[in-house]
Structures are given as C-alpha cells and as structure tokens.
C-alpha cells in the first residue's frame, strides 16, 4: 500500500480522443507529481504542483494539460495524443517541496496508457 | 546538464550470488542521491537515499549503498540475492534539495535459479 493511487490502470485511446488520468494520494502531502516513463528512456518530469499551483513545467507539449483541484488529487487531461505518447504515466507525491528536510517522493502503480 | 548514467542495462545473477548495480552522475557539487525499484505492475519504491555524512547508507530489503564522491558514484550493493529481487532498478538524483529528480535508465536484474 504505497498511499498513491490512480486510475485507470490502463487506457486505449485513439488519437481524436480526450481522457483524463487521476491520482489521488492519501497521505496528506502538499506537492503531487507527474512523470512519464516511455520505454530505453528515463523517467521524465512532467509538471510539478504544490499546495494546488504549478510550479514546474518541463517544456510538455499543450496536449497533456494537468490539473490540481486539491492537495489530494491530480489529474493530467488528454487530447489529441500521438502514438508516441504511448508510455507508463506515473504519479508521485511529497510532504513538501524542498526545505529545511528532504521530502521523499511515493510513486503510484501508474497508467498505462497506449495510443492508437 | 546534470545526467545519471547507469550503464548496466540488463544484469542477471544466480540466487544466492552478490550484487553490484552501477551508477554515476555528473555534475560538480554532491547531490541528493536515491535507488528505487520497479517490480512488474508497480510503481517506484525507494530502497535507499544519500544526502550526507557516512558514506555507506543502508536499506530496505538488505540493500546498501556507497557514495564515492571521487568518482561520482552511488553503486547499489546486496550481499545475497533472493528471486523477489528480480526488477528493475533506478539510481537517481536531486541536484538542488528541491524535490525534483533525475532518473538513470534503470537496470533490469534477472535471478537465475
């Protein structure tokens, strides 16, 4: 039980389509991330959000656009995908970011996700 | 740019046997230093983190971890091997304390009976 959790755990999708990813963490944290992880390729940041604001986006094309409603929940909305985007979508959070202490990162079990 | 390199993409050991999981970065001034693991299915787990003092850090499972700031490395030890360890494995950097990580392309570990 790591704390994370997201859904769905796999999704198809055609390139016309719109879906939404959602995670939720459970352990009262205040910064929440998303990553991808593509295949021979390291995991690469995609946003970063604490207390509900963005405060990093690393250069993420406009079709993934995240959402942050509460500190509990993140969301990455999808549309118009390229079959490139095909990858592992993985969720992570934190106590905080930064500080006087270390915050370690929890990592959900991920969406698949495959675009056709 | 900061990167990690973990030049070991597949490892495979017997059961019982030790290991060594290589791992080096590049950048000037030491960084927050962390493995984790990816079983199957699974998300991340951390196993062990370096942020200062002794050298040697130790984990979970029976994993250890040796930062070498000679050569920029942070390899990942574990004296016996057991099947369940078969996974893939990240090395990982925080180079400004900001909770923001690189990751290495992880290593695959195959346990052979």
């Known amino acids: 039980e790591t704390g994370v959790t997201q859904t769905p755990r796999h999704l198809v999708m055609g390139m016309t389509n719109k879906k939404s990813l959602k995670c939720e963490q459970h352990l009262g944290h205040n910064a929440m991330y998303w990553y991808k992880q593509s295949a021979k390729k390291p995991l690469e940041l995609m946003f970063v959000?604490?207390?509900?604001?963005?405060?990093e986006n690393n250069s993420v094309p406009s079709r993934f656009s995240p959402e942050c409603p509460n500190s509990s929940h993140l969301f990455l909305h999808l549309h118009t995908l390229q079959p490139e985007d095909s990858a592992l979508y993985l969720c992570a959070s934190s106590q905080d970011l930064g500080s006087r202490s270390y915050n370690e990162q929890f990592f959900g079990p991920g969406t698949r996700l495959t675009v056709l | 740019a900061q990167s990690v390199t973990q030049p070991d993409i597949h490892i495979t050991v017997s059961e019982g046997a030790s290991l060594e999981l290589r791992c080096n970065y590049s950048y000037g001034a030491t960084p927050y230093l962390f493995w984790y693991v990816q079983s199957p299915g699974q998300g991340l787990q951390l196993l062990l983190k370096?942020?200062?003092?002794?050298?040697l850090v130790q984990g979970i499972k029976g994993f250890e971890a040796e930062f070498k700031r000679s050569q920029s490395s942070f390899n990942l030890r574990k004296p016996s091997v057991h099947w369940s360890d078969a996974a893939e494995y990240f090395c990982?950097?925080?180079?400004?304390?900001?909770?923001?990580?690189?990751f290495g392309k992880g290593t695959m570990l195959l346990v052979s009976p």
């Open positions: 959000y604490s207390l509900e604001e963005r405060v």
């Open positions: 990982a950097v925080d180079l400004s304390g900001y909770s923001t990580l690189t």
């Open positions: 370096y942020f200062s003092g002794d050298t």
